[in-house]
């Protein structure tokens, strides 16, 4: 499969995770990478979740949150906002629509919504735009050393 060595793949793999790896074909011209995914793979909008990334009073943070949700980001702290996309792309080591919170190049403090807990499995981004990694939200949580929140907006 395209894509199978991402650095979220061989994260999880290490791990001994239990996941699965849904590919789908990227369109450029998509607005949203997580609704296209939830459109093209079939899935329910609840259980796929975005990577963003944050800048907490100058400190970089990963928030995923579910696709069709804003992040709050007065949930992430006072003074958060969102960080720019070339600071994101350099500190993870993916390019933005591809980021995932597993496999990073540089481990940031992450947050995921507590909505995932909902959820016996969710689906991220596998470090490419087009590639989806299919998990348990208890695993994402143990894997990134997150915390849980309820960092998302409706």
């Known amino acids: 499969m395209a894509g199978k060595g991402t650095p979220a793949i061989v994260a999880a793999t290490r791990a001994g995770v239990a996941f699965i790896v849904h590919e789908y074909r990227h369109d450029t011209r998509a607005e949203s990478y997580g609704l296209e995914a939830v459109e093209k793979l079939g899935l329910e909008a609840a259980r796929v979740f975005k990577t963003l990334v944050a800048d907490v009073d100058g400190a970089l943070t990963v928030a995923v949150v579910p696709v069709e949700a804003k992040l709050d980001l007065r949930a992430l702290g006072k003074r958060a906002r969102m960080a720019e996309a070339a600071a994101a792309e350099r500190a993870t080591g993916y390019v933005a629509g591809g980021i995932s919170p597993l496999g990073q190049r540089r481990t940031l ?8 807990l909902d959820h016996e499995t969710i689906h991220v ?22 915390r849980v929140a309820p960092i998302a907006r409706r």
Not at 109 to 116: C, F, I, L, M, Q
Not at 125 to 146: I, K, M, Q
């Open 109 to 116: 403090p992450t947050v995921v919504d507590a909505s995932a």
């Open 125 to 146: 981004s596998a470090g490419r735009r087009g590639l989806e990694l299919e998990l348990a939200p208890t695993d994402l949580v143990e894997l990134t050393g997150a």
